[in-house]
């Protein structure tokens, strides 16, 4: 079935750098959808990304899509300890369906104060 | 965004026994879905519930073991059956927002089974 590949698996960054997770398929994706999750919570929607070549931010994140609709990134600017948690990307699932989503294995992000 | 109310929050259970997860949403959908996240892993979907007929199991899932209920559009249950400790894992249900651009998560079940 269709996968979608992550790194890096965990990052640990002082309060105030930078943080990029990226997400690769080996086929072409109709989209891609990022989450968040926090400690002990459940995965929260972020954004979806669905334009070849799309960027979409939200206040210090940036999510970018590939041209190929193969890769995407999400990006951090000035990490806060708010930032903390695993950042997924999730692609349309098995067989076609874009109704069940296939999700990356995440990455873990913590942020020293 | 739909609201789902999930239940129980976390639960221990004996070996051999079954537990039985509810989901309820704040609104009508036709779809929803069973996740089970093992401690520090990704999300793995279970099935897709479907109202009026069976659930849809993916591979490595079979209803036995993870019986379905999805009696109307606001509501589901995912039965975990004759558990073992490697049943011990977070379930979640999940629902499409509007238009099918993101989907909200229930707060999940920490199940662990001894």
């Known amino acids: 079935g269709q996968q979608v590949m992550q790194i890096p698996q965990y990052q640990h960054v002082q309060e105030g750098e930078d943080f990029t997770t990226y997400c690769n398929s080996s086929t072409t994706l109709s989209n891609i959808q990022w989450y968040k999750q926090r400690p002990g919570g459940h995965p929260v929607f972020l954004i979806q990304?669905?334009?070849?070549?799309e960027v979409k931010k939200q206040k210090r994140l940036t999510f970018q899509f590939g041209e190929a609709k193969k890769n995407s990134s999400l990006h951090i600017t000035a990490t806060q300890t708010t930032d903390v948690g695993t950042y997924f990307c999730a692609g349309p699932g098995s067989g076609g369906s874009n109704y069940k989503l296939t999700f990356g294995k995440g990455t873990l992000l913590t942020v020293n104060p | 965004s739909a609201v789902i109310s999930q239940k129980p929050s976390r639960d221990i259970c004996q070996r051999g026994t079954s537990l039985t997860i509810q989901c309820q949403v704040d609104?009508?959908?036709?779809?929803m879905f069973w996740y089970r996240q093992q401690p520090g892993q990704s999300l793995t979907l279970i099935a897709t519930?479907?109202?009026?007929?069976?659930?849809?199991?993916e591979s490595g899932f079979v209803i036995d073991k993870f019986p379905i209920s999805r009696p109307n559009l606001t509501f589901s249950t995912l039965t975990v059956s004759n558990m073992s400790p490697e049943d011990s894992s977070i379930y979640l249900c999940?629902?499409?927002?509007?238009?099918?651009?993101?989907?909200?998560f229930g707060s999940g079940t920490r199940l662990t089974v001894v």
């Open positions: 990304l669905v334009k070849s070549g």
């Open positions: 999940s629902v499409p927002f509007y238009h099918d651009t993101g989907y909200t």
């Open positions: 519930a479907n109202q009026g007929s069976e659930a849809t199991y």
């Open positions: 609104s009508q959908v036709t779809m």
